[in-house]
């Protein structure tokens, strides 16, 4: 009961509430890629890399003909009812063919990997030509998801890397302005554990429940001070890019 109220309140991933610590980001991912919808042709092929629990997968699941999810064993659901196709691999080494995506997704992937270069190259290479590249990095946010977390993301560094590896027609969204930042940041690291090199995160849920007052609140003023005071392109928590590989 305790946790269906919980629920009710916070949401489930990645239909965050405004009561949810990390909803400015989750916000704008899930956002940005219902936009992405028309993009998708029917029956095509969509490849989530660093899949995890796929959380964007009904976004896409009545249009894509296959839908595959690449991530480490340990990070794939060992129950998976959905239409998923699951390939255990890494974002550096996809084990996957030339050429044979319509769409490839990278959702929160590229700060972890170890070796962004590397990862961007071959999502390039498994995308057709005319293939579209979609995903999201944090511009601004705690370390998280230690010993895996590696660096952060300007909208010039992303655009950088992108062109590097070969994609053209780049967009680049970012979530808001330093308001929403400070706030992501705030809440985030009063809900994931304190910081030990020799553990890994754990988040507080109590703390959460206990706290979504005061979260909704912070989340709500960092909306109106980024409103009044903003610059949504100076210091966004997240950004969200589309790219292609040219034809």
């Not at 629990?53 to 990070?75: C, N, R």
Request: charged letters at 20%; hydrophobic letters at 40%; glycine letters at 6%.
């Amino acid at each position: 009961m305790l946790r269906f109220i919980y629920n009710l309140i916070v949401g489930i991933h990645p239909n965050n509430t405004i009561f949810s610590y990390n909803y400015h980001n989750v916000s704008h991912i899930l956002k940005f890629l219902k936009k992405q919808r028309s993009l998708v042709k029917a029956n095509s092929v969509l490849i989530d890399v660093g899949a995890g629990l796929s959380p964007y997968y009904s976004i896409f699941s009545e249009l894509v003909g296959k839908y595959i999810s690449v991530d480490m064993e340990e990070s794939l659901p060992k129950d998976e009812s959905r239409a998923i196709e699951q390939r255990i691999g890494m974002a550096e080494k996809l084990p996957l063919d030339d050429e044979i995506a319509d769409v490839v997704m990278s959702n929160q992937v590229l700060e972890h990997v170890l070796d962004p270069i590397k990862s961007a190259e071959e999502s390039y290479r498994v995308l057709k030509k005319g293939g579209v590249f979609i995903g999201s990095v944090p511009h601004i946010s705690p370390v998280h998801l230690e010993p895996y977390d590696f660096r952060r993301y300007t909208d010039l560094g992303l655009k950088q890397l992108l062109e590097n590896v070969g994609f053209t027609n780049i967009h680049i969204e970012g979530n808001g302005g330093v308001h929403r930042a400070a706030a992501l940041m705030v809440l985030m690291d009063w809900m994931l554990s304190k910081r030990k090199d020799s553990k890994g995160q754990k988040f507080n849920g109590i703390k959460s429940f206990i706290l979504f007052p005061l979260v909704g609140l912070i989340n709500i003023m960092a909306i109106i001070f980024d409103f009044v005071f903003g610059d949504k392109k100076r210091s966004p928590a997240n950004l969200c890019w589309i790219a292609y590989k040219p034809n």
